[in-house]
């Protein structure tokens, strides 16, 4: 999760859409806009080296380009790919 916060931050689309479940996968992305400021995670479930799925709770605090502050609440659902977690959903709160 953090990863991909970070690819956020530094808009590396390739870098998200690679960690992206192909099922789910978008064919680009608009990362334009939009300044990170945090991230905050509140809760995860499973994730461990032994699950196939898992899911990370989180707050990310955010500027729009019309200065405004804002957050994204999500619950971001993980698969395990081999030894690496794909991103499959999220439900936004």
């Not at 996968?25 to 461990?48: F, K, N, Q, Y």
């Not at 609440?73 to 991103?87: A, H, K, L, N, P």
């Amino acid at each position: 999760m953090r990863s991909r916060y970070t690819a956020y931050v530094r808009r590396d689309e390739p870098y998200l859409l690679r960690t992206w479940d192909p099922k789910t996968r978008p064919s680009s992305l608009d990362l334009g806009g939009m300044v990170w400021l945090g991230l905050e995670i509140l809760d995860t479930t499973a994730g461990a080296a032994t699950d196939a799925a898992g899911t990370v709770t989180f707050v990310a605090h955010h500027c729009a380009d019309n200065g405004v502050i804002g957050e994204l609440r999500e619950t971001s659902r993980f698969v395990r790919e081999g030894d690496t977690w794909q991103y499959v959903d999220g439900i936004r709160e």
